[in-house]
């Protein structure tokens, strides 16, 4: 009787994931040290779907927090330091990347990678026993949470209901030109060079009666 060999089912959490660097440092006084590069590498024969978690999602800015690697490739994740000031230094931050079949939500893999921020690569402190380090990194994160690491977006301000400052300095500017004297005008203590044509004075008042029409039509829509 012959034995039918099934592929053996992946535990959760059980599968290998292959990340590079396992460790992020940034350095304050080098512009380029902000911006790292995580590849993570897909080894297996079935696609992979991941997801970037992090302790401080505050402090960084991840492109791509969310993805999906084909067979037998990487892929890049940059991850940014946007929050670089002297009370983070020395502070260890963890990623955590969760991977999963295409198909399927269960994690089936996980990878943790630290990050941490020095004030300058010349300056770099002696390096601690092996064992002193694990320590430290397990007794800050022993009751640290990691939460979801979205892109950074921009915060969109809603637009004022008023006219801007350009539209009102343009009807300034309108009201002003139809003050001035007409070109040709004897009887005049202004200037020659601020007498204005008619043409002149025509392209004026059409502009201001366009900025007091669309005034007024501002007005009516706050008030509906």
Partial sequence: MQQQHRQPELVEGSLPVFVFPTELIFYADEQTSHKQVLTLYNPYEFALKFKVL???????????????????CCVDIVIRHRDVRACHYGVYDKFRLQVSEQSQRKALGRKEVTATLRPSASQEPPSPRPQDEERKVKEQFADSEFYEQTAFQTVSRPVAGGPSLLTVLLGLVCMAALMLPTLGEQESTVPVYLHLSVNKKLVAAYVLGKFKKKKKNSCNWLTE
């Fill in 54 to 72: 992090c302790t401080a999602p505050n402090k960084y800015t991840v492109v791509d927090a969310t993805g999906a690697v084909k067979p037998q």
